[in-house]
């Protein structure tokens, strides 16, 4: 057993790695957002500071019909406040993503900079696009999350290796001075 403490010790390290990663890119993706179909509110809590993240869809259904929009609209309004203070819009139409509930395009971030209820109010939708709101760290948690992965999985071939030369009994020797 004393021969495999190596590989032990590389297939925990990648374990201590893996896990959390896998549980931060499952916890980032399954979060579900906040939909508006027409003008709406909605009280949103981030947990800790995070983004709020703005999306419209340019394929949806809404009301039993299919709509297909390039752009949002002149017109509507997109507000957000935390504690009754208006907070900055950044335009932000970096992401799109495709599901099985259509093509969705970022369009604003909001900075939650602290834990609380925060309020977006979206006015004047004229009925034929669907918005959507999500609380979260963006991109940048599916990020670490697969840098995490990475390192693991190398640890885990380090772990791999160690184990082939403990039980080949093939150790490199330490040469005598």
């Not at 939909?35 to 709020?52: E, I």
């Amino acid at each position: 057993m004393k021969k495999f403490r190596y590989a032990l010790i590389a297939l925990a390290v990648s374990l201590a790695l893996i896990l959390p990663a896998i549980r931060l890119i499952y916890s980032a993706a399954t979060k579900k957002p906040t939909f508006f179909n027409a003008d709406g509110r909605a009280v949103l809590t981030a947990q800790k500071p995070a983004t709020l993240t703005v999306w419209y869809y340019t394929e949806s259904v809404v009301n039993g019909h299919y709509h297909k929009v390039e752009e949002v609209p002149d017109g509507v309004a997109i507000a957000a406040t935390f504690n009754g203070r208006d907070l900055p819009l950044s335009l932000d139409r970096s992401t799109t993503v495709s599901m099985s509930d259509g093509e969705k395009k970022s369009l604003f971030s909001i900075p939650a900079s602290q834990p609380g209820d925060y309020v977006v109010e979206i006015k004047n939708n004229p009925g034929g696009i669907k918005f959507a709101v999500s609380v979260g760290s963006g991109v940048w948690a599916f990020f670490k999350g697969f840098i995490l992965c990475g390192f693991g999985g190398a640890f885990f071939v380090i772990a791999l290796v160690f184990t082939a030369l403990a039980a080949t009994n093939t150790f490199p020797k330490p040469k005598a001075t």
